[in-house]
Structure formats: structure tokens, C-alpha cells
């Protein structure tokens, strides 16, 4: 089977995440952190501490003590936006997100926040000369992504953190698909929050993600309450991080496994994961714009050459006369390649490349992909675009 889903979540992880996580479990010294003055209350508490000091590393957090573990990069985007904003608020988003930042956002619209897009050039690079002009008196941050998970552009993060600086807003990131593979300084690009997966490119399990907090200052309501090991008697969530964002019982086994998804990641570092990712992503792209039949959005060549840096390993394209779903169910069928087709959870970029009825095929690469399958997937398109 060849893989080309890593933006929907890695499959093929390092050996010693699965091995972590059986460890976790097997070796039966990980109990309850934060729960408890015993041996596996403690165990687990270190674990935790110290994925906490990695995920600090990985992004340039400053207060390890301001990062929580949340299941996912959703919940951790829901909770952060709904504690951050109120009705009388205005934020300024993109058409390039994820669902799991646009519904939490029209939720807060509809109880009367104001929300204000960049919309997108042709290439889907988000237009940030447009931010002025979007500002209203009561603008209180930009929510954007870092990565598109259908078009694989970057958004330069240091220009909308000076211009955050400069009008005195806040800068909330969406990091699902860039961190493992793009690297980031909260600090240099003054982002004030940032929300992670474990599950994609950090190479994690399923059911880890994060909050990142990198200012002391926010003013933070809780949405979500329950068990939080102190405070018992009080009617309240405890307001101090990380346990502001940890009720209930954290996926202690899933983070030893992240740990070690961070621990690999540290070894080959993110800028040579960058590299590599870019060689394999030029190398299908300079292939499939021969193909005459066959779209790429979000893409070009030149650019892909050009500006590497300013691209994730990520291609969407469609064949003309073909549905993205029929392409993507006979190249699985009859090629054994996984690849995603449909909307991808982001309505707007479709909107934008005008793809709403036919959706696209998403090709998006980890580490664990070679040079070889790269080409199996052109020598299946080609094949296809001949055939029909
Ligand atoms: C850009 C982006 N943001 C957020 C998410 C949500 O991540 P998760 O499903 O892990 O919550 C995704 C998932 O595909 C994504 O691509």
C-alpha cells in the first residue's frame, strides 16, 4: 500500500511511538498525574512535564507551565477561541482554515462576535496585505492558519505577528499540519497562542494535541470544567494553566508515545524533516504538471522551485472529467494508493478554486515517504489520465 494521507493523520510512525505507548501501559508504573503523592502518580506526571518541555522546544514557548494537552487540535482551537472571545469582540480569519477553527468562529458570531476574512490570491496564499483594512476598533486578534491542508501553503507568521504588535492585537495559530515539519518561534513570529495535533506530522497517537501559550496576560473564561486533582472545593476550574485546559484525566499513555513522536522529530530536526519533505513534493509536482489532464491548486511550479520555504508537502489537484472521490476510490482500488478526496474540511479554499461540486485529490507526504512511491503515484496518474 502506498500512503499519501499524512495531513489526515501519519500512519507509518517512528517504531518507538508504538513501542512508548505499550511501555506506557505494559510496565504498569503510569498512573494518574496530578491525581495522587504515589509512585505511578508521580511517573506519570514526569512523562507529562516532559513532553510538555519538548512541545516548549519544538515551538519556542517561554513558560513550559503554559502549554495544556488536549485529544486534538480541535478541541484545543474550540477551547482556546471560546475562552478568548466574547459578543463584543471582532477577529480577523482567513479563508484558508479548517473547519475546526471556522465553526467554533460562526458559533461566536452568531452570539454577536464580528468576524472579518482575508480572502485568498490565485495561487491560496492568504492575503495579508489586506489586514488593515479589515481592523475595526474592537479587533481583538487574527486567527490563522500556519498551513493549508489542501493547497499546503504557508502563511508568513512574522509579518502578521508585527502587524498584531503594531495594532495591539492578538496572534492565535492553527499549527495542525506545520509543526514536525515547518519550524516555528513563537517568540520571533509574537504568536500569542498556538494550537497543535499530536496525531500528523509530531508523530504522535491519535487523541493528543495542545494549547500553547506564549502571554501571560490573556484573559482567559473557562468553557470546559471538571475533575482538576486541586481546588476540590471550590465551585470553579483553578484559572492557572496548564490545568485551566486539563479537566478530567489527560491521555497520559498517548503522550508518552508523542514523546517519543517529539524525540524523533529532535534527532532528524525539523529543518532537515523540511527539506526532505520539499526534494519529494517538487519532485511529484514537476511530474504531475506535465500530465495535460491534471489541475494542481494552490501550486505552481515556479513558486514550489522558487520559494521551497514557503510550501508544505502537500499537492491537490483534480483529472479532468473525473470527480475527486471517483479518482481517489479506483487509484485505491486499482493502485493500492490512499489518498483523500472531497472537501477536506475547509469549505472556503473550495469555494475560492471553485471545486465545491467536484472536490480534489489531496497527495500529502510524511518523512516515511520515498522517492519511489512518489513516482508509482505519477506513473498511476499518468496511466488514468491516458486511459479515460
Ligand atoms: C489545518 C488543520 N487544522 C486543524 C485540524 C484538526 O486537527 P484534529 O483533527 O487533529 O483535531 C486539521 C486536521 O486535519 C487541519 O488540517
Given at each position: 500500500m502506498y500512503y499519501f494521507d499524512n495531513s489526515a493523520t501519519t500512519l507509518i510512525k517512528p517504531p518507538q511511538v508504538a513501542t512508548a505507548v505499550y511501555h506506557a501501559i505494559q510496565s504498569q508504573t503510569i498512573g494518574n498525574p496530578a491525581r495522587g503523592s504515589h509512585a505511578p502518580a508521580l511517573q506519570a506526571l514526569r512523562h507529562v512535564e516532559q513532553v510538555r518541555l519538548k512541545i516548549a522546544q519544538l515551538v519556542n514557548a517561554q513558560d513550559v507551565s503554559q502549554i495544556s494537552f488536549t485529544s486534538n487540535a480541535t478541541v484545543a482551537l474550540n477551547l482556546l477561541l471560546k475562552s478568548l472571545f466574547t459578543s463584543t469582540d471582532a477577529v480577523i480569519t482567513t479563508e484558508n482554515e479548517h473547519n475546526s477553527v471556522l465553526r467554533p468562529l460562526y458559533q461566536l458570531e452568531k452570539e454577536g462576535m464580528q468576524l472579518d476574512f482575508l480572502t485568498l490570491d490565485r495561487l491560496g496564499r492568504v492575503r495579508l496585505d489586506q489586514l488593515e483594512s479589515l481592523l475595526k476598533e474592537n479587533t481583538k486578534a487574527v486567527v490563522i492558519n500556519h498551513m493549508s491542508n489542501v493547497t499546503g501553503q504557508l502563511t508568513d507568521l512574522k509579518k502578521v505577528g508585527a502587524f498584531c504588535q503594531k495594532y495591539n492585537l492578538l496572534l492565535i495559530v492553527d499549527a495542525a499540519q506545520s509543526a514536525g515539519v515547518v519550524p516555528i518561534d513563537m517568540v520571533e513570529m509574537q504568536i500569542d497562542a498556538l494550537c497543535f495535533t499530536g496525531h500528523k506530522s509530531l508523530y504522535g497517537p491519535q487523541g493528543t494535541g495542545g494549547i500553547v501559550l506564549n502571554n501571560p496576560t490573556l484573559n482567559l473564561k473557562t468553557v470546559f470544567s471538571g475533575?482538576?486533582?486541586?481546588?476540590?472545593?471550590?465551585?470553579?476550574?483553578?484559572?492557572?494553566?496548564?490545568g485551566f485546559f486539563e479537566p478530567g484525566t489527560l491521555n497520559v499513555h498517548g503522550l508518552a508515545g508523542l514523546e517519543a513522536g517529539l524525540d524523533f522529530i529532535e534527532e532528524q530536526s525539523v529543518e532537515s524533516i523540511q527539506k526532505e519533505l520539499q526534494e519529494i513534493t517538487l519532485l511529484f509536482l514537476e511530474q504531475v504538471t506535465a500530465i495535460s489532464r491534471i489541475q494542481v491548486y494552490g501550486n505552481d511550479l515556479k513558486q514550489a522551485k522558487e520559494n521551497p520555504e514557503n510550501h508544505g508537502a502537500v499537492v491537490s489537484l483534480n483529472l479532468a472529467g473525473w470527480s475527486s472521490g471517483d479518482l481517489a476510490d479506483v487509484l485505491y482500488e486499482e493502485y493500492d494508493i490512499c489518498v483523500r478526496s472531497g472537501a477536506h474540511c475547509a469549505p472556503l479554499v473550495h469555494k475560492h478554486f471553485e471545486t465545491v461540486k467536484t472536490g480534489m485529490v489531496r497527495f500529502s507526504f510524511s518523512s516515511f515517504n520515498t522517492k519511489e512511491e512518489v513516482n508509482i503515484a505519477v506513473k498511476a496518474l499518468s496511466e488514468l489520465a491516458l486511459e479515460r
Open positions: 475533575g482538576s486533582g486541586s481546588h476540590s472545593y471550590d465551585k470553579e476550574m483553578p484559572h492557572q494553566m496548564p
